[in-house]
């Protein structure tokens, strides 16, 4: 069942810096596109065309990429000290969250997360700015290093790896860029960064607080249009480091293109992560949990546990939690502050998620609640909502427990005993997220521990900055957040004496 929600604020008079643009950033300012075209921003939970970003061209790339190495070899950036560079990084931080509300209405128009989630969107990027900051002193020491024989040492130096390409999703598109940004500035790199279409209006307003805050002009640099673009910048022969987030395939296609520059590519891609449910496990709290760890954003997080695995001695009682926790949560105009679920994000997403539910039917899952496009109110009608979607007796077999759906779909699998259990978990292509719920802690840190994953959680699922955050198998390459994630940023060059 979904609840019908009516926002107070109306969606024509909504103050955001930015509706319709014609400029990318270039060289520490908003220049005119060189190339013609437009891409259209659409609020998906109206359908409503509301913004437009220019098509950028190859002129568009070359200039943003040569600005970028102009300040990179000849500006200021890279010869500050790291600790001047965090001072910056503390700047934008409180540039940030001056700019929370026009970041988070911006952010729910273009890709409809429910403000409940964007609204958090500014802290979110301030404290990756914020933590960042902290390695400064880390990075500044001396690291001297004898040599093991005992005759003579080296120097080991850090050196910012050059101009980075960052590509970003529309999932998060804010902070998918600031987990790429924070750690390339405060290396010393400068950047070249390109937004998803369907949401390249929100970043515009993090570029205001980089400049607001003094980061010198060619350091970053912003540019707006489709995949072709993204090429571009990966194959540039002055971008030194590539980080992409997104999905598989587009990131096979960028490794084999860093492959043959042999240029390093750090890739962070899709999943299809599995909570397992202990026979210890208690429901309730993980029914306080359920939304925020396997259903974040509408279902649209990449590393969400969307496969539940539930003890057989269990599974109709887990399947009754699940669907009951799925059906109370509030479906609505996503700038309701009271909304959970809000509309899929785009077109392509809407058509997708709607076709794993046909295969779902067709291969036999059981629809506990949803299964259908969502008919709000009337100023909603239009828009891109799929009922939040319980599918039980789910086998593995299934694509809609083989493939990342990208939508309010959870689905819930049968085990019989841990081994069985892991053996589910880690027979998927990804290795991205997962959950243990359960309340023995060493058994849960045990099944935890056994599972072929980047990140785990026990009885709750967060990033934290701190520690490194990557994909295993088809869910990327390399780390980011923490030291791990920084050194990705980074040349290291050994100097010898005796
Ligand atoms: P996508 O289609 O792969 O696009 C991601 C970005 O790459 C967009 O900016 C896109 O631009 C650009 N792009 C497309 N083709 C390109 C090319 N040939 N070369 C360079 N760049 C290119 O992914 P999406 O549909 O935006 O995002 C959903 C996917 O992201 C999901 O699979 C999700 O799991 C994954 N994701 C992963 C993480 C993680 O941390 N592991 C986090 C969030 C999302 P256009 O939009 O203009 O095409
Ligand atoms: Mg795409």
């Given at each position: 069942?979904?609840t019908?929600?009516?926002?107070?604020l109306t969606?024509?008079?909504?103050?955001?810096?930015?509706?319709?643009v014609?400029?990318?950033?270039?060289?520490?300012?908003?220049r005119?596109?060189?190339?013609?075209?437009?891409?259209?921003?659409?609020?998906?939970?109206?359908?409503?065309?509301w913004?437009?970003?220019p098509?950028?061209n190859?002129?568009?790339v070359?200039?943003?990429?040569?600005a970028?190495?102009?300040?990179?070899t000849t500006?200021p950036?890279?010869?500050t000290?790291?600790?001047?560079?965090?001072?910056?990084?503390?700047?934008i931080?409180?540039?940030?969250?001056?700019?929370?509300t026009?970041?988070?209405?911006?952010?729910?128009?273009?890709?409809?997360?429910?403000?409940?989630?964007?609204?958090?969107?500014?802290?979110?990027?301030?404290?990756?700015?914020?933590y960042?900051?902290?390695?400064?002193?880390?990075?500044?020491?001396?690291?001297?290093?004898?040599?093991?024989?005992?005759?003579?040492?080296?120097?080991?130096r850090?050196?910012?790896?050059?101009?980075?390409?960052?590509?970003?999703?529309?999932?998060?598109?804010?902070n998918?860029?600031?987990?790429?940004?924070?750690?390339?500035?405060?290396?010393?790199?400068?950047?070249?960064?390109?937004?998803?279409?369907?949401?390249?209006?929100?970043?515009?307003?993090?570029?205001?607080?980089?400049?607001?805050a003094?980061?010198p002009?060619?350091?970053?640099?912003?540019?707006t249009?489709?995949?072709?673009?993204?090429?571009?910048m990966?194959?540039?022969?002055?971008?030194?480091?590539?980080?992409?987030?997104?999905s598989?395939?587009?990131g096979?296609?960028?490794?084999?293109a860093?492959?043959?520059?042999?240029r390093?590519v750090?890739?962070?891609?899709?999943g299809?992560?599995?909570?397992?449910?202990?026979?210890?496990?208690?429901?309730?709290?993980?029914?306080?949990?359920?939304?925020?760890?396997?259903?974040?954003n509408?279902?649209?997080?990449?590393?969400?546990?969307?496969?539940?695995?539930?003890?057989?001695s269990?599974?109709?009682?887990?399947?009754?939690m699940?669907?009951?926790?799925?059906?109370?949560?509030?479906q609505?105009?996503?700038?309701?502050p009271?909304?959970?679920?809000?509309?899929?994000?785009?077109?392509?997403?809407?058509k997708?998620v709607?076709?794993?539910?046909?295969?779902?039917?067709?291969?036999?899952?059981?629809?506990?609640?949803g299964?259908?496009?969502?008919?709000?109110?009337?100023?909603?009608?239009?828009?891109?909502?799929?009922?939040?979607?319980v599918?039980?007796?789910?086998?593995?077999?299934?694509?809609?427990?083989?493939e990342e759906?990208?939508?309010?779909?959870?689905?819930?699998?049968?085990?019989?005993?841990?081994?069985?259990?892991?053996?589910?978990?880690?027979?998927?292509?990804?290795?991205?997220?997962?959950?243990?719920?359960?309340?023995?802690?060493?058994?849960?840190?045990?099944?935890?521990?056994?599972m072929?994953?980047?990140?785990?959680?026990?009885?709750?699922?967060?990033?934290?900055?701190a520690?490194?955050?990557?994909?295993?198998?088809?869910?990327?390459l390399?780390?980011?957040?923490?030291?791990?994630?920084?050194?990705?940023?980074?040349?290291?060059?050994?100097?010898?004496?005796?």
């Amino acid at each position: 069942m979904t609840t019908q929600t009516t926002s107070k604020l109306t969606r024509d008079t909504i103050e955001i810096p930015y509706r319709h643009v014609t400029t990318h950033f270039i060289d520490g300012e908003w220049r005119e596109s060189q190339g013609q075209d437009t891409i259209e921003v659409t609020d998906p939970a109206t359908n409503t065309i509301w913004g437009s970003v220019p098509v950028g061209n190859e002129k568009d790339v070359n200039a943003a990429v040569e600005a970028a190495h102009a300040a990179f070899t000849t500006g200021p950036w890279s010869k500050t000290t790291p600790s001047e560079r965090a001072a910056i990084m503390l700047r934008i931080a409180d540039e940030i969250e001056k700019r929370a509300t026009e970041l988070s209405l911006t952010n729910t128009l273009e890709n409809g997360s429910p403000v409940a989630e964007t609204s958090g969107a500014a802290s979110n990027a301030a404290s990756i700015f914020r933590y960042f900051a902290t390695l400064a002193p880390e990075l500044e020491a001396d690291d001297v290093r004898p040599f093991p024989n005992g005759k003579g040492e080296s120097l080991v130096r850090k050196d910012p790896i050059g101009v980075c390409a960052l590509i970003a999703p529309w999932n998060f598109p804010i902070n998918l860029m600031v987990t790429k940004l924070a750690p390339a500035l405060l290396a010393g790199c400068t950047v070249v960064m390109k937004p998803a279409s369907p949401t390249p209006l929100s970043f515009r307003i993090i570029v205001d607080a980089l400049t607001a805050a003094g980061v010198p002009a060619g350091v970053v640099n912003y540019v707006t249009g489709p995949g072709r673009m993204g090429d571009l910048m990966v194959r540039h022969p002055k971008v030194a480091k590539v980080a992409f987030t997104g999905s598989t395939p587009v990131g096979r296609h960028i490794a084999a293109a860093c492959g043959e520059l042999l240029r390093p590519v750090t890739l962070e891609l899709g999943g299809k992560s599995s909570a397992i449910v202990m026979e210890d496990a208690n429901l309730d709290d993980m029914s306080a949990k359920l939304i925020r760890s396997c259903m974040r954003n509408t279902g649209q997080t990449c590393y969400i546990s969307t496969r539940i695995l539930a003890p057989a001695s269990r599974y109709d009682e887990v399947v009754d939690m699940v669907t009951e926790t799925i059906a109370a949560a509030p479906q609505g105009d996503p700038l309701d502050p009271g909304t959970v679920f809000g509309p899929s994000a785009n077109h392509s997403q809407y058509k997708s998620v709607l076709e794993h539910l046909e295969s779902a039917k067709q291969q036999g899952a059981r629809f506990t609640t949803g299964g259908q496009p969502a008919q709000l109110d009337a100023k909603l009608a239009e828009g891109l909502f799929i009922q939040p979607t319980v599918l039980a007796d789910v086998t593995p077999d299934m694509r809609v427990a083989r493939e990342e759906i990208f939508g309010p779909v959870i689905t819930v699998l049968k085990y019989e005993g841990l081994d069985d259990a892991i053996r589910l978990a880690n027979n998927t292509e990804f290795g991205l997220g997962g959950i243990v719920f359960g309340s023995d802690q060493d058994e849960a840190l045990e099944v935890a521990e056994a599972m072929n994953t980047g990140s785990v959680g026990i009885n709750f699922f967060a990033s934290n900055h701190a520690a490194p955050f990557g994909g295993r198998n088809d869910s990327g390459l390399g780390v980011e957040y923490g030291p791990e994630g920084l050194a990705a940023y980074l040349s290291y060059k050994s100097i010898h004496r005796d």
